[in-house]
């Protein structure tokens, strides 16, 4: 089992920044992919950005592209996002994710989740 505990969530005005933390604990040995996700109010959970837990590629949603990154550190089991210019429509519940699969861009490919951190961005 993996458990995966974000933070780093809050308020913050339009064109501001954040940086959400997941950290990992269990077997973290058994995840190659590492992802965020975010769920709007009455809106599906979407895919936001992955990295690959060896080759640290990664890949990003075009909505956020060029405005977030996504990192790992391995030695602390921890994988961030950095959110820059942030827009209202980037207001949601952000969700970490572990994958045991080599390459995992869809939820269902997805086999541990954390309890979600809410970001709110006002205008």
């Known amino acids: 089992q993996v458990q995966l505990v974000e933070s780093g969530g809050g308020l913050v005005q339009a064109g501001g920044s954040l940086r959400l933390s997941c950290a990992a604990s269990?077997?973290?040995?058994?995840?190659?992919?590492m992802g965020w996700f975010r769920q709007a109010p009455g809106k599906e959970r979407t895919f936001v950005a992955r990295?690959?837990?060896?080759?640290?590629?990664?890949y990003y949603a075009d909505s956020v592209k060029g405005r977030f990154t996504i990192s790992r550190d391995n030695a602390k089991n921890t994988v961030y996002l950095q959110m820059n210019s942030l827009k209202p429509e980037d207001t949601a519940v952000y969700y970490c994710?572990?994958?045991?699969?080599?390459?995992?861009?869809?939820?269902?490919?997805?086999?541990?989740w954390g309890q979600g951190t809410q970001v709110t961005v006002s205008s």
């Open positions: 269990g077997r973290t040995d058994r995840t190659y992919v």
């Open positions: 994710a572990a994958s045991s699969r080599v390459v995992a861009n869809i939820k269902r490919e997805y086999d541990y």
């Open positions: 990295i690959r837990r060896s080759s640290n590629t990664t």
